[in-house]
């Protein structure tokens, strides 16, 4: 089993930059994909970003070009660091991961929710104007 626990959210201005820490515990992190979401006020939780087994990365078109996701698996952390960061960037982040895959999944599998098993408590990212 996996379990999943998120860090590094809090009160941050617009434009500055910010990085989310997710430490799992459990003997086969190595081999999930790893995943971003967040779920803003009132809205719908949404994918962000994920990272397969074999560190290819996968990013949602609206927030491309200001995230970036990466993994530590001697530390089994993943990161999440968002820069230029908008009032619409304001959110609960949650990190997920997915079962023991094969080596290749889709794109549209990364970003599914349904794909991913384990879940952490989530952190809130408010971005203030």
């Known amino acids: 089993q996996v379990q999943l626990v998120e860090s590094g959210g809090g009160l941050v201005q617009a434009g500055c930059s910010l990085s989310l820490s997710c430490a799992a515990s459990?003997?086969?992190?190595?081999?999930?994909?790893m995943g971003w979401f967040r779920q803003g006020p009132g809205k719908e939780r949404e994918f962000v970003a994920a990272i397969t087994r074999t560190g290819y990365t996968y990013y949602a078109d609206s927030i491309k070009g200001r995230v970036a996701i990466s993994r530590d698996k001697d530390k089994n952390t993943v990161s999440l660091r968002m820069d230029s960061l908008r009032s619409d960037d304001t959110a609960v982040y949650y990190c997920?991961?997915?079962?023991?895959?094969?080596?290749?999944?889709?794109?549209?599998?990364?970003?599914?929710?349904?794909?991913?098993?384990?879940w952490g408590q989530g952190t809130q990212v408010t971005v203030s104007s």
């Open positions: 459990g003997r086969t992190f190595k081999d999930r994909n």
């Open positions: 997920a991961a997915t079962p023991r895959t094969a080596f290749y999944v889709s794109d549209s599998y990364l970003a599914t929710q349904d794909s991913y098993v384990t």
